[in-house]
């Protein structure tokens, strides 16, 4: 459902269903399988935390982190969840405000910075 709940309200008073594509992780989950096809990684698996798609999430979050991922957990649609300390959690976010404009990591901060409500909506 929208995150928002006037919308998620509309949404369900117009008779929709909860759907996965409705889900406010829709996107994160194209993202996913399209990394997946991008790399020549099967797309069924994507989910499980040994798939290579989830090994290097892991291993970009805990460089980007400074430190380990203290445990794993599953999302409440299916997705890998993984646990770092607050302060791994703000190094993690200084990285992409500090990171080269150039480089990935920083084309996506700007992009975060010149369009909030794709993160954070619109209210």
Known sequence: LPLDAEEAEAYLA???VRARITMNCSGKHTAMLAACRANGWPTGSYLDPGHPLQLLVRDCVEEAAGEEISALGIDGCGAPL???SLTGLARAF???VLADP?????RVAAAMRAH??????TR
């Open 94 to 96: 200084r990285s992409f």
């Open 14 to 16: 117009a008779g929709e």
């Open 82 to 84: 993984m646990a770092l």
């Open 102 to 106: 150039s480089s990935a990591e920083g």
């Open 116 to 121: 909030p409500e794709y993160v954070a909506g």
